[in-house]
């Protein structure tokens, strides 16, 4: 344990963003779990409205510092293009 008033900040800050950003990435991946559970299910309509989902709560991962930007767009073109698959 620090024994420096900043130091014990520093911890308890770490601590709480560490817990958001579980919380945070937890939604993320439970949000594209349902996409692709539409997907498999084939349910065209179902997949799209997910797949809306699963791009906003990426781009929101995004704005939380929780995904690289980059990493974010490569996710979302990937889905999307699974997506595509599915209904061309």
Not at 38 to 53: F, H, P
Not at 73 to 82: N, V
């Amino acid at each position: 344990m620090p024994n420096i008033k900043s130091a014990i900040k520093r911890v308890e800050v770490t601590r709480k963003r560490t817990i958001r950003n579980a919380r945070i990435k937890s939604a993320l991946r439970t949000t594209i779990r349902r996409f692709e559970e539409a997907m498999k299910a084939a349910d065209r309509d179902e997949a799209g409205l997910k797949l809306r989902k699963a791009v906003v709560a990426i781009d929101k991962a995004v704005t939380k510092g929780i995904l690289h930007k980059n990493a974010a767009s490569r996710k979302k073109s990937r889905l999307t293009k699974r997506f595509n698959k599915l209904t061309g």
